[in-house]
């Protein structure tokens, strides 16, 4: 009996070390899906396909629900930085406006991350793991 879509390799060789078995975990997740599957009865391409929309469908969702939770905070501050500005001025319309539309929230809560993690380098602290660490004291 077979446990695993991958038959060539045994659990020593998929599972050698951590690095080893964290390499490719969304296919390993699909595969072994589709294994469970097959044993089951239930074709292993129809098993395949089954686990590959699981795995789309819980990225999308976990990211739909960063960008709304992203827009939320966008709104709020927003909505705080509009309240305390002097009425009619410049900021109290920009950041009304900003509080109000969902979808330029939404842009800026899209652009931000995308601008971060396309900037080359790496300036964010402990991101580098070639830079030896900070002096202690």
């Keep these: 009996m077979v446990f695993s879509a ?13 690095e080893t078995a964290s390499g490719g975990a969304g296919g390993r997740f699909v595969q072994g899906v589709a294994g469970f599957a097959g044993n ?14 699981v795995v789309v469908s819980f ?3 976990t990211l739909d629900t960063a960008v709304r939770l992203q827009r939320y905070t966008i709104q709020e ?3 705080i930085v509009a309240d305390r500005a002097r009425e009619g001025g410049g900021v109290h319309r920009v950041f009304t406006f900003l509080a109000r539309n969902i979808t330029v ?3 800026i809560a899209v652009a ?15 991101t580098c793991g070639s830079c030896s660490a900070p ?3």
């Design 77 to 79: 501050i927003s909505t």
């Design 105 to 107: 929230a939404t842009l």
């Design 6 to 18: 991958n038959q060539d390799l045994t659990w020593n060789q998929l599972y050698v070390d951590w």
């Design 135 to 137: 002096p202690t004291s």
């Design 40 to 53: 089951l009865g239930v074709p292993e391409s129809v098993g395949l396909v089954f686990a590959s929309v």
């Design 59 to 61: 990225a999308a969702t």
């Design 112 to 126: 931000l991350p995308l601008a971060l993690a396309l900037v080359p380098g790496d300036f964010a602290l402990g």
